[in-house]
T-cell receptor
Framework: KAGVTQTPRYLIKTRGQQVTLSCSPISGHRSVSWYQQTPGQGLQFLFEYFSETQRNKGNFPGRFSGRQFSNSRSEMNVSTLELGDSALYLC?????????????FGPGTRLTVL | DQQVKQNSPSLSVQEGRISILNCDYTNSMFDYFLWYKKYPAEGPTFLISISSIKDKNEDGRFTVFLNKSAKHLSLHIVPSQPGDSAVYFCALDDGQKLVFGQGTRLTINP
């Protein structure tokens, strides 16, 4: 079974631009979650999508948004990029709802904002 | 407000000895606790978990201990092997999302 895939793997943008990251979950998995990893902060939860609906959202500004398609693939969008948005963005999928279940992570997208 | 803290950013252990990684939390509402391991350029991979109704769970060389009264979680690896060198994250499930610690970089020395 193929793992979670994320595209692109690396991205360089400038302040003020917007970016869209993509995540394809493991086949059959319906929950997709997004995390931001920065040095010293660990992984911070952005949001979870289940059956095309945002189920939970972390403490991030409205510039961070996402969506999930009927095939469970998910996209994350960040508008008006700031230098502090430079981070590794990780996507994780699980068969059912996030809580109480093991999550399977993709390799991440490294975003650099100049 | 850090709900989950891994106070040791790094840990160095000799091959064959025991590695003990620690995690402290502040919220008593967590009901499921997990450990993930992360190698460079890869996403975290699930290692072991424990529910709040237990105080110990074992899987091969890995054992997780939960002390609810002290709000403390630990991961024991014995014996430690060079392939265990990675960053380890504890993750706590609050019923709506996972809350991760900052991670501990474990280095196993030959």
């Amino acid at each position: 079974k193929a793992g979670v895939t994320q595209t692109p793997r690396y991205l360089i943008k400038t302040r003020g631009q917007q970016v869209t990251l993509s995540c394809s979950p493991i086949s059959g998995h319906r929950s997709v979650s997004w995390y931001q990893q920065t040095p010293g902060q660990g992984l911070q939860f952005l949001f979870e999508y289940f059956s095309e609906t945002q189920r939970n959202k972390g403490n991030f500004p409205g510039r961070f948004s996402g969506r999930q398609f009927s095939n469970s693939r998910s996209e994350m969008n960040v508008s008006t990029l700031e230098l502090g948005d430079s981070a590794l963005y990780l996507c994780a999928s699980s068969p059912w709802l996030l809580t109480g279940n093991e999550q399977f992570f993709g390799p991440g997208t490294r975003l650099t904002v100049l | 407000d850090q709900q989950v803290k891994q106070n040791s950013p790094s840990l160095s252990v000799q091959e064959g000895r025991i590695s003990i990684l620690n995690c402290d939390y502040t919220n008593s509402m967590f009901d499921y606790f997990l450990w993930y391991k992360k190698y460079p350029a890869e996403g975290p991979t699930f290692l072991i978990s424990i529910s709040s109704i237990k105080d110990k769970n074992e899987d091969g060389r890995f054992t997780v201990f939960l002390n609810k009264s002290a709000k403390h979680l630990s991961l024991h690896i014995v014996p430690s092997q060079p392939g265990d060198s990675a960053v380890y994250f504890c993750a706590l499930d609050d019923g709506q999302k996972l809350v991760f610690g900052q991670g501990t970089r474990l280095t196993i020395n030959p």
